[in-house]
């Protein structure tokens, strides 16, 4: 008698990782992070509500799956959904929106990684920072300037969003990015609150009228701004 033939698996392993990579990347969302997974869904229900097809639901809703893939927040990308159907956008122009926000929060997360310290950035509270970093650079802040800035900021990363407001404020003004960075330094080691900064622009236009030259009002801020807790008090000891 010849021995029954030993069954084959009905499935090869190549045909299973066939099957794995082809199943959508929604289903591995932030390795299966509930907030991710909730959140494109919740994208989707918009979508629906708006009119989107199916199939155009189901392109935003992969590119969404794609980035979570790569660790970055789904929550930050939901928004240009929300912007696009708002609007009533058509389906690639949001995939376009999606992608370049993907892209830029892919490159400041790389930027900030290779800043000793700098992952505090991209820790879940400080989410509105690493996307405040990302636009930075999409506005074509030379990373050289988001560098300085975050390392500035790095014993209180709070104080990232008003510093960078400022320096993109002085340098409109007209000032130097290396100068405006003096300014950010003295700054961050003073007891000024971080909610003032933005008012140090003042103090330029105010140093003009009375020709204080730029240099001249920095090293007054640099000598000053470490024995005063506000600008008011600062402006009244530098400009005089």
Known sequence: MHSPP??????TLPAILLLLLTIS?????????TNGVQAIDRAAELLEEKGYSESERQ??????GKASAQSVPVELLVPKIQEGAAKGAGAGRILSAL???RNVLLQARRVVGEI?????????ENYDLWQRAAHMLEADLPQSELEQLIRLSLPGPQRFRPLSSLHFSLKQWGLESESSLQVAAALVS????????GAVSDLFRAARRQRISPDQLIRRIEEQAGEVRSVDELSRIILY
């Open 99 to 101: 992608q370049q926000e």
């Open 116 to 124: 000793r310290g700098g992952s505090v950035f991209l820790e879940k």
């Open 25 to 33: 990347p929604v289903l591995f969302a932030e390795g299966g992070d």
């Open 6 to 11: 030993t069954p084959r698996p009905l499935v």
């Open 190 to 197: 003073s007891d000024i609150p971080p909610a003032e900064y």
């Open 59 to 64: 392109t935003l809703t992969r590119e969404l």
